[in-house]
């Protein structure tokens, strides 16, 4: 099983500011199987990357995706109100599909 | 326009069996996996498994010995039943859409919250 670590766990930053995510994973992810999902309270998760740096469909072009091998980052260039939420961290390459334990971002 | 919609019973005693369905509306039922992931209250999401349309399945393996996810290709629907249920299993359970070794969770459910209590 594929073990995702993301950090940090709590993010604090003002509306505007830059917000760098990092997910790091214990074995290197297969042709960049890796995304990255966006949720809010109450609701269910949201796509925003897929294979690493492709945005899904109606995502802002604020967030990025990078990263190859073990090491990956989403980056949301300014911060928007609407973006102070948990963003996971998910791997499926193959089975068992994993996700990591998640990162905050919240109102500094 | 892509949607999927869950339903279920959301109060559970121990021992008994969680049954949730999962309709879809829209798009290709053909090309992708469907996929159930639950998240305990205030913690992460876990993957508990997925089925092709021609009824392939894929399970977590920690949860295999219980889990049975099965497909109605007819309706466009798929199900998840997970016996033995215990406060453990208290979550909200999502149904999705993607497949593995090919597409991330574009689409989901709107999430059934299903709690074990006595």
């Known amino acids: 099983e594929i073990v995702l670590t993301q950090s940090p766990g709590t993010l604090s930053l003002s509306p505007g500011e830059r917000a760098t995510l990092s997910c790091k994973t214990s074995?290197?992810?297969?042709?960049?199987?890796l995304a990255w999902y966006q949720q809010k309270p109450g609701q269910a998760p949201r796509l925003l990357i897929y294979?690493?740096?492709n945005r899904a469909t109606g995502i802002p072009d604020r967030f990025s995706g990078s990263g190859s091998g073990t090491d990956f980052t989403l980056t949301i260039s300014r911060l928007e109100p609407e973006d102070f939420a948990v963003y996971y961290c998910q791997h499926y390459g193959s089975s068992p599909l994993t996700f990591g334990g998640g990162t905050k971002v919240e109102i500094k | 326009q892509v949607q999927l919609q869950q339903w279920g019973a959301g109060l559970l005693k121990p021992s008994e069996t969680l049954s949730l369905t999962c309709a879809v509306y829209?798009?290709?039922?053909?090309?992708?996996?469907w996929t159930w992931i639950r998240q305990p209250p205030g913690k992460g999401l876990e993957w508990i498994g997925e089925?092709?349309?021609?009824?392939?399945?894929t399970y977590n393996s920690s949860l295999e010995s219980r889990v049975t996810i099965s497909v109605d290709t007819s309706k466009k629907q798929f199900s998840l039943k997970l016996t033995s249920v215990t406060a453990a299993d208290t979550a909200v359970y999502y149904c999705a859409r993607g497949k593995t070794g090919d597409y991330a969770h574009d689409y989901w459910g709107q999430g059934t919250l299903v709690a074990v209590s006595s």
């Open positions: 829209g798009g290709s039922f053909s090309v992708y996996h």
């Open positions: 074995q290197g992810i297969i042709s960049g199987y």
């Open positions: 089925i092709s349309h021609s009824g392939t399945t």
């Open positions: 294979g690493a740096s």
